[in-house]
């Protein structure tokens, strides 16, 4: 079996013309959808993650401001710029980049967030409405997955989806998408007593559960989709995902790369909430 290797970075690339288009339209109108990063203290995996999006910002046509705070400075510092940003008529969208230093809560953190500015999808209401099948925000990382899927013409509907991960960010809000697109949504993770015998039974496998390599050809029935979410960095320098991406080669009909798969998209979809929640604020007459 050939196995399609499926090419993020021009899905994105497709994507983000398309952004381009509506972000002149809403120009036309006075309009210029804005997003604001809030980055506290110096991970240094968050300041790649930080420029990228600056970066993606500038290419459609965003203004972006990128909001930096020591990693000392103190939760009401840091929720006193959130409600700041809640009222900038400027800002469509808000995204607290994670993890936040010890001591910072990151749950009463994004609940201060506006929810109709939270482009990120994170916030309870956001995360409720996405449940409840009428979603504001749905988060970039699966959403960007469920591109993929379209782009590709993969069917979901009738399907057996495995998903390994569970966390808010992902292995949930995707768990929830797979539904509503009406597959049949197994959920695992690294935990899970032996996790091949579930693995080998989805026609669409999402593995993000963060460890390297964790699924192996041998764990995945032939023929399936494999999305591999995980982006981890070896002893080596290297970047690796949460499947061993060589022995799926001639087994899985389709996987995704990493890097150059799901990362370019989860970016792309940044973008695409925050455009259109400007679109939002635009018909409602300029409130969010």
Not at 71 to 82: F, K, P, Q, V, Y
Not at 194 to 211: C, N
Not at 249 to 257: D, E, F, K, V
């Amino acid at each position: 079996m050939q196995t399609r290797i499926i090419d993020g970075n021009a899905i994105a690339r497709e994507l983000r013309a398309g952004l381009i288009r509506r972000v002149a339209a809403l120009a036309a109108m006075g309009v210029r959808p804005g997003l604001a990063v809030l980055q506290v203290g110096n991970h240094p995996a968050s300041k790649i993650y930080v420029r990228n999006k600056m970066k993606a910002c500038g290419e459609v046509g965003l203004y972006s401001e990128h909001i930096e705070l020591p990693a000392d400075a103190d939760e009401w510092t840091l929720l006193e710029r959130i409600r700041t940003l809640n009222r900038d008529s400027r800002i469509h969208g808000i995204l607290v980049q994670l993890p936040l230093p010890t001591g910072l809560s990151a749950e009463r953190v994004l609940d201060a967030l506006a929810p109709a500015k939270d482009v990120d999808g994170f916030h309870p209401i956001n995360m409720g409405l996405l449940a409840a099948g009428s979603p504001r925000f749905v988060p970039c990382t699966p959403l960007g997955v469920m591109k993929l899927i379209e782009h590709e013409e993969i069917g979901v509907q009738g399907r057996h989806a495995v998903v390994v991960g569970r966390s808010n960010i992902v292995g949930k809000p995707m768990a929830l998408l797979l539904l509503q697109k009406g597959a049949t949504v197994t959920i695992c993770n690294s935990r899970t007593p032996d996790l091949g015998a579930m693995t080998s039974q989805a026609d669409i496998l999402v593995v993000a559960a963060g460890r390297p390599r964790l699924v192996t050809a041998g764990m995945v029935k032939p023929g399936a989709v494999v999305i591999d979410v995980g982006i981890n960095r070896l002893a080596d320098g290297k970047l690796a995902g949460d499947v061993d991406f060589q022995s799926m080669l001639g087994t899985a009909s389709r996987i995704t790369p990493v890097p150059g798969g799901v990362g370019p998209m989860t970016i792309a979809m940044l973008l695409e909430n925050t455009v259109m929640s400007a679109e939002r604020a635009s018909a409602s007459g300029g409130s969010s």
